[in-house]
């Protein structure tokens, strides 16, 4: 009589790691933080620091500070993401960067009154802000492993929707507060939600998975596309002509602006060293694995796109200097700040990001459309286009000598908050599933200087503006200045939404989730 034989208990059901509540409990308080500071910042500027400025000064101004300090928020994760993957780790280079924060929101409650107190509590803000926001995003990827990496991308939403669930009162009562109590209180308030944000953070420091820093990598993204460089003339001579262009555009920042300047040269260094490394990658083979050579080749080939959404950004973060100016030109109830419209849009993410995990996608896929991340993310630089067509036409009837209610921003409001979730939620799980290990906080920064970037344009439009000639040409096109720039951003993001569709047809997916 043959024994039955022994059946295998079937495996537990993955499950979301425990200290991943945490986690999105720190970055709800942290946004607060965040938006409560910037979502007053221009309204701010406007009313009380630039007040020595004639008037019709300072709503530009105003909105060259605040699309400056993004360019600062979003450049300092190639800092962040350095220290993270070399030296500290994500965890320690969060905590502490998060202290740095923490005092640049002191500042900004000290010194509302003066102009160097209060742009240095900017630039803390913009280093710490800066410096976390690569390795928050990794920091919850690495929580998970090839055996619940499924849950990583419902977990990455969740991420998202609570960045939204604190943007949302952010921007609902520090208008408010800004009013009611003043600078010092209503930049205090976001403060106390980042100090507690830091709390939260270090209560769980005995919980989360840690992946130290890689060590010195000789295969390293660096050492790779330096060896590519130097193993012919024509990839080297590019990447020269970077150097070259950048210096260029250093040389030239008294006149452009040192921040313009500064970008432009990096932005020339990183496209033209790159593009070399892509001529002559083949060179490095046999000096390094085949695995660090096909990394690189996944680094650039990510880094294309992630070009092509800089538009996106162009038009998404003028929702808080653009349309908050066009907001204090349109009538409203006394009681209602213009900047309080930007509560709309974390309000219709939250709606948004369940609405398209449940009914959307699902629907999509019935009938036989696969909503993949290149998909998505097309659509929805092409809906930011459509957003500011909208508030362009909206500009242009205001010019004509229409008074009309706030509430019209409404639909932009909804196209870009569309747009937007198909991008930047989407993005994140993107590029931190593209990133090889030993450089996911470096591609994660990679991803956030995509926003410095988009802001750069913005800084560039409006410098061209500036120009009589420029100017001139405009009138004589019929539209009024700010109307032209709407329609000009709308068509910049329609091309870059062609270019991104186009591409994404020939990307090939990576998978670099760690190991159980």
Request: glycine letters at 10%; a positive charge.
């Amino acid at each position: 009589m043959s024994t039955p034989a022994a059946t295998t208990p079937p495996p537990e059901p993955a499950r979301v790691p425990r200290q991943i509540p945490l986690i999105i409990g720190n970055e709800g308080c942290e946004r607060f933080g965040f938006y409560g500071m910037r979502n007053i910042l221009t309204a701010f500027l406007v009313s009380s620091l630039l007040l020595y400025l004639p008037e019709s000064e300072r709503g530009p101004e105003a909105k060259e500070i605040f699309h400056t300090f993004v360019i600062g928020v979003y450049f300092f994760p190639l800092l962040g993401g350095w220290i993270a993957d070399r030296l500290l780790g994500k965890y320690r280079t969060i905590f502490w960067l998060s202290l740095v924060y923490c005092l640049g929101f002191v500042f900004l409650s000290i010194f509302d009154t003066s102009k160097p107190g209060f742009y240095t509590g900017l630039l803390l803000i913009a280093l710490g802000s800066g410096g976390i926001k690569p390795c928050v995003a990794a920091f919850v990827g690495d929580q998970f492993d090839q055996t619940n990496k499924h849950l990583a991308r419902v977990v990455f939403d969740a991420f998202y929707w609570i960045i939204n669930f604190g943007s949302f009162f952010a921007s609902l009562l520090m208008p408010i507060f800004l009013r009611s109590f003043g600078a010092k209180i209503a930049f205090g308030v976001p403060g106390a939600l980042m100090f507690i944000a830091t709390l939260l953070l270090w209560i769980g420091r005995k919980r989360y998975v840690m992946v130290p820093p890689a060590p010195r990598d000789p295969n390293s993204f660096l050492h790779v596309s330096m060896t590519a460089l130097k193993s012919g003339t024509p990839g080297m001579a590019l990447a020269i002509l970077g150097l070259v262009v950048g210096l260029g555009a250093l040389i030239a920042a008294p006149k452009i602006g040192f921040v313009i300047g500064a970008c432009v040269a990096l932005v020339a260094v990183i496209a033209f060293g790159g593009a070399g490394v892509w001529m002559q990658l083949e060179g490095a083979r046999g000096r390094h694995p085949d695995e660090a050579i096909e990394g690189v080749r996944s680094v650039l080939r990510v880094l294309v796109l992630f070009t092509l959404v800089t538009p996106f950004w162009s038009l998404f973060d003028q929702k808080a200097s653009t349309w908050v100016l066009q907001g204090d030109a349109m009538t409203k109830p006394s009681w209602f700040q213009s900047s309080q419209m930007q509560a709309l849009n974390p309000a219709l993410v939250m709606i948004l990001i369940p609405l398209n995990n449940l009914v959307v996608y699902p629907a999509l896929r019935r009938f036989g459309y696969e909503p993949t991340a290149l998909r998505r993310m097309t659509a929805g630089i092409a809906l930011s286009g459509v957003a500011w067509i909208i508030v362009g036409t909206l500009q242009v009837l205001m010019d004509r000598g229409n008074a009309l209610s706030i509430t019209w921003q409404i639909l932009p409001y909804a196209f870009l908050t569309l747009g937007e979730v198909l991008v930047s939620a989407t993005g994140l799980e993107f590029a931190y599933s593209q990133a090889p290990l030993s450089m996911k906080g470096a591609l994660m920064s990679f991803w956030n200087l995509s926003v410095t970037i988009g802001n750069l344009w913005v800084l560039v439009v409006n410098a061209g503006v500036k120009n009589t000639a420029v100017t001139n040409a405009i009138k004589s096109t019929g539209f009024g200045v700010t109307a032209f720039q709407m329609f000009f951003f709308a068509v910049f993001a329609f091309v870059a939404a062609l270019c991104f569709g186009l591409y994404a047809m020939r990307y090939k997916l990576a998978d670099h989730y760690r190991r159980a």
